[in-house]
């Protein structure tokens, strides 16, 4: 089955998601999340399988530069 993983960079590790299932990992580079991510995947799946799991659908949207964000107390 394939999965999709989201991953960014939090100062000086990547964090890897998978986007279906909603497991999180890290590592200190790209490939290593990702492995990471695949072996926590596997691991949650052994103990929480799954019958289906549809992809998610990923797009982009832009916030204007001169959007202003409420303060919070």
Do not use: R
């Amino acid at each position: 089955m394939t999965y999709t993983a989201i991953i960014h960079k939090e100062d000086e590790w990547y964090v890897a998601e998978c986007a279906n299932i909603g497991t999180v990992s890290q590592g200190k580079t790209i490939e290593e999340a990702l492995a990471n991510l695949k072996e926590a995947t596997e691991l949650y799946l052994e103990e929480f399988p799954v019958e289906q799991c549809n992809a998610p659908f990923l797009t982009t949207f832009d916030i204007p530069s001169a959007a202003k964000f409420p303060a919070y107390a």
